[in-house]
């Protein structure tokens, strides 16, 4: 089963503009990781943030953690062209509430950047 | 050594016939995992091992699928009778033990059932 419920699941936008992608979770987690893919290939990580995090910088990515809602944003801003991708979310549930040492990936995020 | 490489990239086989897939992750890395994809979702956890004990399947995993890393290096996915089902992204990834970090993923296998 998938935890991490992207949103929303599709979004085109023109270059130079910023893309903010939320992901909703369903259980306490120890960390919550955001992917990226490029079509027909492998998953890049981009970012990790510390279930004690609230917001952390990597770049021009920006991502919010707020465990009080479950969820979480990613935000690129200045979009390019390059940054045309599918973005996932992906979290590990806490071990003493039932998890394991394993990711669980969202749905995912297609993300078009027009040039 | 320049990250997780899967082989073969691509494999088409009929249905009924029988795959093995092959991961090798980076070298220092203990734990190894294997997911599937299926176009428009994302990855879904399959199993994974440490070192070479295999400490998690997915009850999702039918009794088709079994995987190996007998010497805590290389894995191998195997795929019994395969279904059409069966069709789908390989997904092979690798980290350092502890906590769950970050995952280095392999190109993947897409695997085609005719």
């Known amino acids: 089963s998938q935890q991490g419920e992207e949103d929303p699941q599709a979004l085109s936008i023109q270059e130079g503009e910023n893309a903010t992608m939320n992901c909703s979770y369903k259980t306490s987690i120890n960390n919550l990781q955001w992917y990226r893919q490029n079509s027909g290939r492998g998953l890049v990580h981009l970012i990790l943030i510390r279930s004690n995090e609230r917001e952390k910088h990597s770049g021009r990515l920006r991502v919010t953690l707020d465990t009080s809602k479950k969820s979480s944003s990613l935000l690129i801003t200045a979009s390019r062209a390059a940054d045309t991708a599918s973005y996932f979310c992906?979290?590990?549930?806490?071990?003493?509430?039932?998890?394991?040492?394993?990711?669980?990936f969202g749905k995912g995020t297609k993300l078009t950047v027009n040039p | 050594d320049t990250g997780v490489s899967q082989d073969p990239r691509h494999k088409i086989t009929k249905r009924g016939q029988n795959v093995t897939f092959r991961c090798d992750p980076i070298s220092e890395h203990n734990r190894l995992y294997w997911y599937r994809q299926t176009l428009g979702q994302g990855p879904e956890f399959l199993t994974y091992?440490?070192?070479?004990?295999?400490?998690?399947k997915s009850r999702l995993l039918s009794d088709r699928f079994s995987a190996e890393r007998p010497k805590g290096s290389f894995s191998t996915l195997e795929i019994q009778r395969t279904e059409q089902g069966d069709s789908a992204m390989y997904l092979c990834?690798?980290?350092?033990?502890?906590?769950?970090?970050?995952?280095?993923f392999g190109s993947g296998t897409q695997l085609s059932v005719l």
């Open positions: 091992f440490q070192n070479e004990a295999q400490l998690e």
């Open positions: 992906a979290t590990d549930a806490l071990l003493t509430q039932g998890g394991s040492e394993k990711l669980v």
């Open positions: 990834a690798s980290s350092l033990t502890g906590s769950v970090g970050e995952l280095f």
